[in-house]
């Protein structure tokens, strides 16, 4: 029932690419333009040392399509591109962490903003990265406070004092002990992910690891 649904969907509404906007053929998740043309992150690119987290992975260059794409996924309710960023992110992860986390997280929007915006899209994402490697995303902190939107502010150190005592541990016994991966959608200085995993280190965690879809140049 469930296919034949999706079936008739596809008729009434056929599915685009996330990236470019183009019509997908059958069994597409990107179109083949978009699988060659996207800025990919390659070799050192890939990965980057933050504070407090050991290193982030990320596959994409935030410009271009991606970045249009994600305006989309974040501000104009395309909740469902998170299906096809999972698989991007997901390789990305096996390829540089595979074995080397216990859990899957996310960096968590405040209530304010997620009733605003309908949906949380960095545990979207988490929550299709989880899935792509066999296993489920896991809440492990909250944001206590609402906080001006990072992108609007300027340098890194404006940025980390934004979001300073945002974030708190929901479980200390969850993390204690624990690898953990850490997700987000977007990385621009990382102040975002560091305070996360500061807090995750604090409650015991044992080491940090992050991943995004893209990151700035």
Partial sequence: MVAVLR??????????CAFCREFLQKGQAICPDCADCLPFC??????????????????LFYEDNVRESHHRYKFQGASPYARTYGPLVAKCVDAHYSGRYDLISWVPLSRKRLRKRGYDQAKLLAQAVAAELGTRA??????????????????????????????????????SGKR?????????????????ARCL?????????CATLARAR
């Fill in 138 to 175: 896991v809440a492990t902190l909250q944001k206590g406070r609402d906080t001006s939107a990072q992108s609007g502010l300027g340098g890194k150190d404006e940025r980390r004092a934004n979001i300073s005592g945002a974030y708190q541990i929901l479980d200390d016994n969850l993390v």
């Fill in 7 to 16: 079936s008739v969907l596809d008729l009434l509404y056929p599915p685009r």
């Fill in 201 to 209: 280190l604090m409650a015991d965690a044992e080491e940090v690891l």
């Fill in 42 to 59: 390659e070799g050192l690119d890939v990965q980057q040392a933050g504070e407090f987290y050991s290193f982030c992975v990320s596959p």
């Fill in 180 to 196: 953990i991966l850490l997700i987000d959608d977007i990385i621009t200085t990382g102040s975002s992910l560091s305070e996360c």
